[in-house]
């Protein structure tokens, strides 16, 4: 699938996005009467204040928000590349003969585009008609997957009824055991109000509920969705009173027509083409007429629809936010971490949301660059490498404090840099970006460097390798100009991270500052070198992590290599023998042959195959959430939670329990393992700069969690890999986008 950049920001920041589909085009009107109308129904939802989402296949590939240029090439195309409608059935075989090469197009249907734009986040779909139960459905068994569709997919649908040639009154009622919601407009009528019927403004059917106006349907729609309900909703809007065709009138036209297409054995997918072009014949034209005017009717309605959607929901999110932030939890009540029953003054008193310790440097990228008509797509060694080089303010610490500050906008950095041009050039762009630089200071040591990072990548962005001179890091420990113990009851945080560029000694000196202050920390490990840092004490002395709910750290956001290398550094520990984590985990034994089954099930065979999922679980009793980091394959959540958390006992998160033990006797009430596959597929064209974006990710994590004391981690990880995508095309260390990503935040948490 292929979704048009503008579709995706749209989604991200909450603005109003109508779904059509593209069967009225590819099997409804000739080219190139077929692009006009496109083109004037985009126009026609752009004109009142929302972005059309046009759904359609081109080449084997399902794309929502078509192009100008694609949606030409798809109608001009029709007749020179095989194109087909498209519903839900169809799906899957026309986009798999894409990947074999076979570039089949195809008009998505109701139920295909219904489908296709819910996946993307879209809530409001406006067409034409609605597909329903045959005349003497009975007996065929020739119902429209468009009703079963809206039966599993909460989307809204505006449409002028079903046409009359439909068994109505059936249709009405399978709607009814889907559990459809249907209402009509009144549009100005009194009285009760009949359900439409397509080219008629009546049915003879009663409707069963009436809709006042736009404002209204949109409350409906944003009801059932915060209700969770997973059925769909259909609006139906008479066709306008100067175009209407009387219901006797097309009741005659159609009894002629389904006669026609009995004996002519037009039947299945055939019926409906059939009988509208005769239609059409028996009418002199006056069904395209009115067909035209009432789906440019539908259009606009759906448009002021979602443009109140996005208003309400907005005004709820904000209501929501400040509702959720203004009650912090009682002193006495236990986090989403299970740790800490009593709350600190500096938790109670926070002047900060985030607190961020590490590092800010200056970044190049080194982007290889490929010549001519060559393949090599990775530079050589020992020797002169032609590149696209850039340069930008970076460092793992400040990536994470910008996305945090871009998503909340509280954010403290702590850091250290050296006194030369590049340290006030840090200094200088950190205060332009808005960013309070009172805690980045300058090494008193005149011969100690800003940190530097280099990054070599290959051709498509991919990092080969990097270097990073963050010397300045380890040499401040000990000249007393940082001192954790000290920071953190002054800028007293609600969440402190701290990267790994520290020497270990500093590391474990953030631990245990934040844990005397009863301060959740993050970790980001950095490196597969540095994450090892977490395991060695101050002067490398070994020390060991406290075990949940007493544990030194409460997150930890390791790639797939990082969490491998913790998990390494654990185990020459001996640390999955100590006493105290046996204790913690009783006998889970997730080598046996059950649990190698709830773990691929639970997230996939590839990432079982590499012992990721089984070495967060191991590392869990140590550090309580691991975020693990896969790219192109999402995020695994692995969290230990306490005898008392309700995604124990809630039927929509229990699933997830990996693990649990016999009795309370165990510090841990259950592992909770949960697979985020990739928010978006990322095509290599888009990648712009691969550095920050893991970065990224978890600053707007523990942003979210420190704006929203009473979230999970669960609720803020897609958020994050929007962020994450935000980057990936971005030319900064840090995309500034993600600042339109903090409407969608409240709405997500609650």
């Known amino acids: 699938m292929k979704v048009s950049p503008e579709i995706r920001e749209a989604i991200s920041s909450n603005k109003p996005v109508v779904a059509l589909e593209s069967t009225i085009y590819t099997h409804g009107f ?18 009142h204040g929302a972005i059309p989402a046009t759904v359609g296949i081109l080449k084997g590939k399902a794309v929502v928000g078509l192009s100008r240029d694609q ?40 139920a295909a585009t219904s489908l296709l734009a819910h996946s993307q986040g879209i ?90 106006d736009e404002r209204d349907a949109a409350a409906i729609i944003h009801s059932q969705s915060t209700l969770g309900l997973k059925s769909g909703m259909f609006f139906a809007n008479p066709v306008p009173q100067q175009f209407e065709i009387p219901k006797q009138q097309m009741e005659a036209v159609f009894t002629q027509a389904i006669e026609e297409a009995r004996k002519k054995g037009f039947d299945g997918s055939k019926n409906t083409p059939y009988i509208l072009s005769r239609s059409r014949e028996l009418t002199r034209g006056a069904t395209v ?25 907005r005004n709820c999110q904000s209501k929501v936010a400040t509702s959720m932030t203004s009650k912090l939890p009682s002193e006495q009540k236990e986090t989403a971490f299970g740790q800490s029953s009593r709350r600190s003054p500096v938790m109670r008193n926070s002047l900060v949301d985030v607190a961020v310790a590490g590092s800010v440097a200056v970044d190049l990228s080194c982007d290889f660059s490929e010549q001519g008509s060559s393949s090599i797509s990775s530079p050589k060694l020992g020797t002169s490498n032609p590149a696209r080089i850039g340069q930008s303010l970076g460092g793992v610490g400040y990536n994470v404090a910008a996305a945090a500050y871009y998503f909340t906008g509280s954010v403290k950095l702590v850091s250290v840099v050296g006194n030369d041009i590049a340290g006030k050039t840090v200094t200088k762009s950190l205060k332009q970006l808005g960013m309070d630089t009172s805690r980045v ?84 490990p950095v490196s597969v070198f540095k994450s090892q840092r977490l395991f060695q004490g101050i002067e490398g002395k070994t020390e060991p992590l406290g075990v949940f709910p007493q544990s030194s750290l ?100 229990s699933s997830n329990i990996i693990w649990k033990p016999c009795d309370r006797s165990t510090p841990i009430g259950g592992l909770y393992l949960r697979h985020f596959p990739a928010i978006e597929e990322v095509y290599e064209e888009d990648v712009v700069s ?61």
């Open 30 to 47: 000739p080219h190139p009467e077929n692009q006009d109308l496109a083109a004037s129904l985009e126009r026609l939802v752009r004109d």
């Open 71 to 110: 949606l030409t090439e798809l109608l001009s195309n029709r007749d020179q590349l095989e194109t087909l409608k498209v519903s839900r059935r169809d799906l899957g075989f026309i986009c798999g003969r894409g990947i074999q090469g076979r570039l089949i197009n195809g008009g998505t249907t109701v």
């Open 123 to 212: 809530r409001v779909f406006a067409t034409g008609g609605l597909g329903g139960v045959h005349r003497y459905g009975e007996s065929t068994m020739d119902v429209s997957a468009d009703l079963t569709e809206l039966g599993r997919t909460p989307i809204a649908i505006v449409s002028s009824g079903c046409k009359s040639f439909l068994d109505i009154g059936r249709t009405l009622e399978y709607l009814e055991t889907q559990g459809v919601f249907v209402g009509t407009f009144r549009d100005g009528r009194t009285g009760s109000i009949e359900f439409p019927a397509f080219f008629s403004r009546n049915s003879g059917f009663p409707s069963p509920y009436t809709i006042e």
């Open 289 to 313: 007429i009115a067909n035209r005017a009432l789906i440019q009717s539908n259009v606009i309605r759906g448009a002021e629809i979602a443009v109140e959607l996005a208003r309400l929901s």
């Open 441 to 524: 200071v300058v090494h008193s040591d005149s011969n100690q460097r800003t940190s530097q990072y280099i990054a070599i990548n290959s051709a498509n962005k991919a990092l080969l390798f990097g270097i990073a001179d963050m010397k300045i890091m380890d040499e401040i420990s000990g000249k007393g100009q940082i001192c954790p113990a000290d920071i953190l009851p002054s800028i007293r945080p609600k969440w402190l991270i701290v990267d790994a560029n520290w020497s270990s000694g500093m590391t474990r000196a953030w631990l245990e500052a934040a844990k005397l202050n009863d301060i959740p920390v993050a970790f980001e």
């Open 554 to 653: 409460t997150i930890a956001s390791p790639n797939a290599a990082e969490l491998s290398a913790l998990h390494g550094a654990a185990q020459s520990l001996a640390t999955f023998q100590r006493l105290d984590w046996l204790v913690a985990v009783e006998s889970m034994n997730i080598a046996s042959s059950e649990y190698l089954d709830r773990l691929v099930s639970l997230t996939n065979k590839s990432l079982v195959g590499r012992n990721i999922p089984q070495q967060s679980l191991e590392l869990a009793p140590l550090i309580p959430c691991l975020l693990t980091k896969l790219g192109s394959e999402g995020v695994l959540l692995t969290q230990a939670l306490s005898h008392d958390d309700p995604r124990l006992r809630n039927p929509e998160t």
């Open 690 to 750: 691969v550095n920050g974006a893991g970065d990224t990710f978890l600053g707007v994590v523990i942003a979210g969690l420190a704006k929203l004391p009473q979230s999970h981690p669960e609720d803020w990880i897609d958020i994050g890999q929007k962020a994450s995508v935000m980057t990936l095309k971005s030319r900064k260390s840090v995309s500034p986008s993600i600042k339109s990503l903090r409407l969608s935040a409240s709405l997500t948490s609650q």
